[in-house]
């Protein structure tokens, strides 16, 4: 079949009915699967044949979340992972070891700027930092030991957007593997393979999902990712003989490489694997984030435009609006004008912030965002709190921040709650 249209691979791509011939994507609630005979479960251990062997390696319902997604962020093959957190830890662990390091930028995901900064730091990787605004600063961070280059499409809580384009050049001219959280912007409004990115990774516990239901991850690899890999001395463990899976040399593999590794070893022995019904869950959420991305998007840019008419508000970041430094990065890598759902705005301080926070009444407090309930956050004294005051300014995050996530109600009462909250102090 030809490739089909993005919105039409929401809907179809990755599932062939079987013999119950099902509409919906039926949920394989099984732990294991029947081999046919001795021969059969040894060929499927030595990768002989593919097939399914035990779901912390696979399931058929995860399968078609894995395959739908890719088809929708224009990559050749998907993991699904129990968390987005854990999905970036399987990107990271899959290129750098202990001893090695990699260059993120510093405007990221609080639970990813822990996770760099301390997590694989105790494992003996050293996480090194550059502005997002500024990839020329990668130049210096790069030597022999890099393995990988991280930073979000969208960036969360901070709401910047990254010039993916400069970022990959430096990359290719190192032939160091980028990896893109992609999880603010969606597949709908970015698309990062388009800009030489190798690797994306998602929570899908926001968008995905869309209303707050699971939590879940994955990551997409591009095609033709093998030509970086293949020879390349920055990535022994992709070349040399895999000790853990009797001597596999993964770029010998006619397979999408960098999945099926995380698969092979990762999966396999850290075991953060997404349920059946989770990732049955994400493949309904899918069927309509294309309609929602629109509608996230529009009722943001509404709130972000009242907001920066609104005297107590210091500064509005949305990357919508024409006033932000983000804005042609915006026009660039997002598609059809849509930027998100996230705006954030800043008040003169973090008791102010408090007020402004529990004086709405439609926005819930919750440190979550892509649900389509409208939420509001105060990353400052939540998300950030392990933060010291330089840290927070340096990835962003003043403390008189609020951030956004503008869900799916009506846009006047949304701006009317925003609005009473903001007069009330
Ligand atoms: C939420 C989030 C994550 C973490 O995902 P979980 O599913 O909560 O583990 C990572 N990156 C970004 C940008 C996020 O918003």
């Given at each position: 079949m030809t490739i089909l249209k993005q919105q039409t691979s929401a809907l179809h791509a990755g599932y062939e009915k079987d013999s119950q011939r099902t509409m919906a994507v039926p949920i394989y609630q099984t732990t294991a699967y029947e081999f046919r005979d001795v021969e059969h479960a040894a060929n499927l251990f030595s990768l002989k044949e593919l097939g399914n062997i035990y779901t912390r390696l696979m399931n058929p319902t995860t399968d078609v979340f894995e395959k739908r997604f890719a088809a929708l962020e224009g990559g050749e093959a998907a993991i699904a992972a129990a968390s987005g957190m854990s999905a970036i830890f399987f990107a990271i662990a899959n290129c750098a070891e202990a001893g090695d390091n990699i260059i993120c930028a510093s405007q990221l995901y609080g639970g990813t700027l822990t996770q760099t900064q301390h997590t694989l730091k105790r494992f003996g990787i050293e996480?090194?930092?550059?502005?997002?605004?500024?990839?020329?600063?990668?130049?210096?961070?790069?030597?022999?030991?890099?393995?990988?280059?991280?930073?979000?499409?969208?960036?969360?809580?901070?709401?910047?957007?990254?010039?993916?384009?400069a970022i990959t050049a430096i990359a290719k001219k190192h032939k160091i593997i980028t990896i893109v959280d992609n999880t603010v912007a969606t597949p709908i409004l970015c698309q990062p393979f388009e800009y030489g990115v190798d690797v994306t990774v998602h929570s899908a516990s926001k968008y995905?999902?869309?209303?707050?239901?699971?939590?879940?991850?994955?990551?997409?690899?591009?095609?033709?990712?093998?030509?970086?890999?293949?020879?390349?001395?920055?990535?022994?463990?992709?070349?040399?003989?895999?000790?853990?899976?009797?001597?596999?040399?993964?770029?010998?593999?006619?397979?999408?490489?960098?999945?099926?590794?995380?698969?092979?070893?990762?999966?396999?022995?850290?075991?953060?694997v997404v349920s059946p019904f989770n990732s049955w869950l994400f493949i309904q959420g899918m069927e309509h984030l294309s309609l929602r991305m629109k509608e996230h998007s529009a009722n943001a840019l509404a709130i972000a435009q009242f907001l920066e008419s609104h005297p107590k508000v210091l500064k509005v970041n949305y990357?919508?609006?024409?006033?932000?430094?983000?804005?042609?990065s915006a026009q660039k890598y997002f598609k059809n004008g849509m930027s998100s759902g996230l705006l954030s705005f800043e008040v003169a301080?973090?008791?102010?912030?408090?007020?402004?926070?529990?004086?709405?009444?439609?926005?819930?407090?919750v440190v979550n965002i892509g649900d389509s309930k409208s939420i509001i956050t105060h990353p400052a004294s939540t998300t950030h709190q392990q933060l010291s005051s330089?840290?927070?300014?340096?990835?962003?995050?003043p403390a008189g921040l609020i951030r956004i996530s503008a869900g799916l109600e009506d846009k006047d009462d949304l701006i009317d709650d925003i609005k009473q909250a903001l007069e009330s102090i």
């Open positions: 996480a090194r930092f550059f502005d997002v605004h500024k990839p020329a600063e990668i130049e210096a961070l790069v030597d022999e030991k890099t393995k990988c280059i991280f930073f979000e499409s969208l960036t969360n809580p901070s709401i910047d957007v990254a010039d993916i384009s995905t999902t869309g209303q707050g239901l699971a939590i879940g991850g994955i990551l997409v690899e591009r095609k033709g990712l093998l030509e970086v890999l293949k020879g390349n001395p920055r990535y022994p463990q992709f070349n040399e003989p895999d000790a853990s899976y009797h001597g596999l040399v993964y770029v010998d593999v006619p397979l999408p490489v960098f999945t099926l590794r995380i698969r092979l070893s990762l999966l396999r022995d850290i075991g953060a990357p919508g609006l024409k006033s932000n430094s983000n804005y042609a301080d973090m008791e102010t912030a408090e007020k402004i926070v529990n004086a709405t009444e439609l926005y819930s407090l330089e840290e927070l300014i340096k990835c962003g995050v």
